[in-house]
């Protein structure tokens, strides 16, 4: 298997478990919060600030996930500019 292969193999692991990673945030918090509600008899406030936490960090783990593992990516519009078929023709001039 060479360099490039293994490289786009881990890195399609790797975006495949952002799913993952922001189902178990999410719904671990939901779970945690309704356990407390149950517990001390607050209502549904703990379930929902839990479930804001939950949220919040659902998506700062994909974003450190894409930035620590995806970090030498070029922007999609810088690689379209780069290509030489798609270089726009010179304007007119009058």
Not at 20 to 26: D, F, N, W, Y
């Amino acid at each position: 298997m060479g360099k490039a292969s293994r490289k786009m193999y881990l890195q399609m692991a790797y975006a495949s478990s952002i799913g993952i990673v922001m189902v178990l945030a999410i719904f671990g918090c939901l779970f945690l919060g309704a356990y407390l509600d149950g517990k001390f008899g607050t209502g549904h406030k703990l379930t929902i600030t839990f479930l804001l936490i939950g949220i919040f960090v659902g998506f700062r783990n994909i974003y450190w996930i894409v930035k620590k593992y995806f970090p030498d990516e070029k922007p999609v519009i810088t690689c379209l500019k780069s290509e030489s078929h798609r270089k726009r023709p010179h304007p007119k001039e009058d």
